[in-house]
């Protein structure tokens, strides 16, 4: 907006104006040294914030925005909860770094929060500052439990950015580190609105699981030590596997003594409507992963969460794991403050009846020439576009969201729908009907 060799009269600006001043300002300062994530520099698309509250954020113009991604799928709390503020300061006051054998009072509620909210007998907690560390331990650990090499992930799954995580990532963020790490099979995904054998889900016998027992079988069950699977699978397409999906994965783990990873970064705290999307199916992983809503974002932190059984085996051998900042205090209050959060405000089931909600309006779309599927659990819901929508009409869709200040992730015809579960039912179809009339509009 403003050349460096010509620096605008501040003072002379209106105050809207010297706010994009500001921000123009800003944004020049920022892109000078820091890149933006997963795009070519030049085709980034800053997302302006200034300020947040619950289910929105403000731009520097002091424009609402419908934060229809809860940032990045992490704000599940709602944004600038004073309680989790608070104990952020606290804990900052009292004790800011702490060595990773270190013993203080927030370290420890968490792991008893954790071991309160977390499915069955998972009670022994690893404490990292990612999803993506969370699931390279629970690889490690696998490997170490079993002293098996090699594990199976789906086909569309992300499970983080480093190298271990994007191995098992069967999404293409994968492909320019190939080959990754040795050993990771892939089976199909329970896709079922677009089934990767052809099959019809009344009469499909979950082909999507036997084939992960077909894979055991022809790579021989000694050499697996872990199935990977997301809860529900998050950015690749929010496929709710069918009712009998996760027990028979169980069923499956059990007979050949292969752990079985819930990888919850995504679908836990609250985001399907139970603390985890396993919930839904009364299945008790031997691992589970999680990051995102454990803080809500409001600082950094990974968890890997195994059964107790299987954690006692490191009573005495040594648990090959580690990092400096291990449970840092910082991160540790502010998933205290936040699981309480959930807990005091009901907000597991709000997710759960706003869910309901959600995806009888996304169905009521059904009769759309746009419309290709719907599939909703809890405040996750996505919406399929149908083929017939081509690239300039999902980029012109795209730019109509933004335009209404809709911040929410499109991903090729896949939009997803994750507010933050502080959401009231009022500003969901608020919501809802924005979105509904861009895609009248564009698709
Ligand atoms: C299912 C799943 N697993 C793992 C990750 C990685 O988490 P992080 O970005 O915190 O490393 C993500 C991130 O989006 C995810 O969705």
């Known amino acids: 907006m403003f050349k460096k060799s010509d620096p605008p009269q501040v003072e002379s600006l209106s105050e809207n104006q010297r706010e994009m001043f ?64 608070q104990a952020i300061q606290d804990q900052a006051q009292r004790l800011s770094c702490a060595h990773p054998a270190a013993v203080y009072e927030s370290k420890a509620q968490l792991g008893e929060l954790l071991n309160e909210v977390s499915p069955g007998d998972i009670s022994k907690f690893f404490l990292c500052l990612s999803g993506a560390e969370a699931i390279e331990n629970a690889y490690k650990v696998a490997r170490m439990i079993t002293g098996r090499q090699k594990v199976i992930a789906r086909r569309r799954s992300y499970h983080g950015a480093s190298m271990g995580a994007l191995s098992l990532t069967g999404d293409a963020r994968r492909l320019p580190f190939e080959p990754g790490l040795w050993g990771v099979i ?31 079988e022809m ?159 809890g405040l996750f819901g996505t919406l399929e576009l149908a083929d017939q929508c081509d690239d300039d009409q999902l980029s012109s869709l795209k730019e109509a969201l933004r335009s209404h200040r809709v911040h929410i992730l499109l991903k090729g015809r896949m939009l997803f729908i994750t507010p933050p579960l502080c959401i009231s039912a009022a500003e969901l179809n608020e919501g809802l009907e924005i979105i509904y009339q861009c895609l009248l509009t564009t698709c």
């Open 22 to 85: 500001h921000i123009d300002e800003l944004k020049r300062r920022q892109e000078e040294h820091i890149f933006y994530t997963w795009t070519a520099q030049n085709q980034a698309s800053p997302l302006p914030i200034s300020r947040g509250e619950g289910a929105f954020f403000f731009d520097h113009e002091g424009q609402r925005w419908f934060d229809f991604e809860s940032q990045v799928f992490n704000c599940n709390l709602g944004h600038q909860d004073q309680r989790v503020i």
């Open 186 to 216: 892939r089976a199909e995904d329970p896709y079922c609105y677009r089934c990767p054998f052809g099959l019809a889900l009344e009469s499909c016998s979950m082909q999507c699981a036997s084939q992960i027992e077909h894979i055991i």
């Open 219 to 377: 790579e021989g069950p000694e050499n697996i030590a872990a199935i990977f699977a997301e809860g529900v699978t998050g950015s690749n397409g929010g496929f709710i596997p069918p009712q009998a999906y996760w027990p028979k994965l169980r069923e499956i783990c059990d007979r050949y003594g292969i752990l079985l990873v819930a990888d919850e970064v995504f679908s836990g705290f609250g985001r399907t409507g139970e603390w985890f999307a396993v919930d839904h199916w009364g299945v008790t992983p031997d691992m589970i992963t999680m990051a995102k809503g454990v803080t809500s974002g409001y600082a950094p932190l990974g968890v890997l969460g195994v059964r107790g059984e299987l954690a006692a085996r490191f009573d005495d051998e040594v648990l090959w794991c580690g990092l400096t900042s291990y449970a840092h205090p910082i991160s540790c209050a502010a998933a205290v403050a936040t699981i309480q959060a959930y807990k005091e405000d009901d907000l597991i089931n709000n997710s759960k009846h706003l869910g309901d909600q959600l995806g009888e309006v996304l169905a009521s779309w059904n009769s759309e020439s746009w419309y290709g599927d719907s599939r909703c659990l």
